[in-house]
């Protein structure tokens, strides 16, 4: 589970958790939580592998960069090591960077794209391609990678273009790895939140970069999303309910106007 630190990352990490699993959680920082007011004060214990044990689970912490290829190795290398297989990835690590004026289609600033390409699109290519031996060995395996629903429509302002194309960038991939995978049966699904009301969504993307005073009233069932209706979809492509679903990019949006 990369990006596991915290927001939607954590609860995916958390709900796999409760279900039985063993879960590797990984992050640059593994207290990234810290960065924002809400996350640090929704946290039941010191980190996300602290609160998997308190409720009796059992997980593995890691520091990794998904932006270098070698930590990526070496840390499924350590899960192999200490567990014996990978049954599931969950490639959540990624986002965007930069205010909107620095990332509209036409004038995107060269570092800010340079740095969302590597950390969405190479992130996830190079743990998909970092547990695909393991998975093709045991001929089972789940690849869930994370877009967004910028990756299939443009804000109206084409604000984000460099975020938005990554994510779609990685939509697509996953319809490859989907047709490469397949074969060993193992599936690779992609899911696709809209709004969802995280610490860092609410303190930093809501307060005047949605285009509008009430981003509410763009989404269908008239409410953010929460991480629980994340991480419902996530136990579905986690868990053999998917088991005939591949190369699909599930959206989970409340059906939002952009």
């Given amino acids: 589970m990369t990006g596991a630190g915290r927001g939607l990352g954590r609860s995916y990490a958390k709900r796999l958790a409760a279900l039985g699993a063993k879960v590797a959680v990984t992050d640059v920082d593994l207290k ?16 996300t592998v602290a609160e998997i044990e308190a409720i009796g689970g059992v997980a593995l912490g890691f520091e990794m960069d998904v932006t270098d290829r070698q930590a990526v190795e070496t840390a499924v290398e350590r899960i192999v090591g200490a567990w014996g297989r990978v049954d599931i990835l969950v490639a959540n690590a990624g986002g965007g960077r930069g205010k909107p004026d620095q990332t509209k289609a036409s004038t995107l600033d060269p570092e800010l794209l ?6 969405n ?7 998909c391609n970092a547990v695909a031996p393991i998975m093709k060995e045991q001929r089972s395996g789940k690849i869930i990678t994370v877009g967004s629903i910028a990756g299939s429509s ?4 084409g604000i984000y273009a460099h975020y938005g194309a990554t994510k779609a960038a990685i ?32 303190q930093n993307v809501l307060p005047g970069n949605m285009g509008t005073a009430d981003p509410v ?9 929460t991480v629980d209706d994340c991480s419902n979809v996530i136990e579905f492509l986690a868990t053999e309910l998917s088991d005939y679903v591949t190369g699909a990019v599930i959206p989970v949006d409340g059906g939002i106007m952009r």
């Fill in 154 to 157: 443009p804000s109206r302002e």
């Fill in 217 to 225: 009233s763009l989404i269908s069932l008239r409410r953010l999303g």
């Fill in 114 to 119: 340079d740095f969302v390409v590597r950390t």
């Fill in 171 to 202: 939509a697509h991939y996953t319809r490859f790895l989907a047709q490469d995978l397949g074969p060993f049966g193992i599936t690779a699904n992609c899911i696709a939140p809209g709004l969802i009301a995280t610490g860092r969504i609410v």
């Fill in 121 to 127: 699109l190479f992130g996830t290519t190079y743990c």
């Fill in 32 to 47: 990234s939580y810290r960065e924002f007011e809400a996350e640090a004060q929704s946290m039941e214990a010191d980190s």
